[in-house]
């Protein structure tokens, strides 16, 4: 998407499909082309016993689905842009995000899940709440790379109303309110929460 805001034109394909192979090598091994440091790069990162090779053809499968299915009909004006609103009047209270991609109309988030995100989780989600906040748009969509057997791309699509956004207002003043005095209220909808991850 970034290819696209500086020259109008969707990325080629290879180049792509190179990007996410360099950039994966990158991550796992430490550089782009020594895969000399493998094992000790490997034991960094917690696979959860999955392998990493195949872990990597799954991202280039899916990216290639993106690319050629979804991608062309996207035009972005914005690509992981920052943004910020004043809760208060006192302007003391910043919320703050970065968003995937945010073309004219709507605001899109990617997620790799490894089955569909239900439109009953979308709509009760605090992600679109917060992006039309931060964005003032109505209009929000998970792009949902989708792990399974056959992998797919599928939207979920929400929509805000203001009141809805008032509602998240609300509640995030009271957030901050409870962190100020020392209380951090736990989400259980978020990984930090889990058994797992705690």
């Known amino acids: 998407f970034d290819h696209r ?9 290879n180049d792509l499909l190179d990007a996410f192979g360099t950039y994966w090598d990158k991550t796992v091994y430490g550089s782009y082309s020594d895969k000399d440091e493998e094992e000790e790069s490997n034991n960094e990162i917690n696979w959860e ?11 280039i499968l899916l990216a290639r689905i993106y690319r050629e299915d979804v991608a062309p009909g996207v035009k972005p004006l914005k690509v992981e842009a920052y943004n910020e609103k004043m809760l208060d009047e006192s302007k003391s209270i910043k919320f703050i995000g970065y968003l995937d991609v945010e073309p004219a109309d709507e605001i899109i988030d990617h997620k790799l899940k490894g089955k569909m995100i239900s439109q ?8 679109p709440l917060s992006y039309c906040l931060l964005t003032g748009k109505s209009n929000f969509a998970y792009h949902v790379a ?11 699509q929400v929509r805000k109303t203001q009141l809805d956004v008032d509602w998240w ?13 020392g209380i951090a209220p736990g989400n259980p909808n978020q990984w930090g929460c889990s058994k797992e991850y705690c």
């Open 5 to 13: 805001l500086k020259t109008g034109n969707n990325l080629p394909l």
């Open 169 to 181: 207002v609300k509640n995030l003043k009271q957030i901050f309110a409870q962190m100020q005095s």
């Open 146 to 156: 989708i792990k399974k057997i056959h992998p797919e791309i599928k939207i979920v």
């Open 49 to 59: 016993g999955r392998d990493p090779n195949k872990l990597k053809d799954e991202g």
């Open 120 to 127: 009953s989780e979308a709509d009760r989600d605090i992600q």
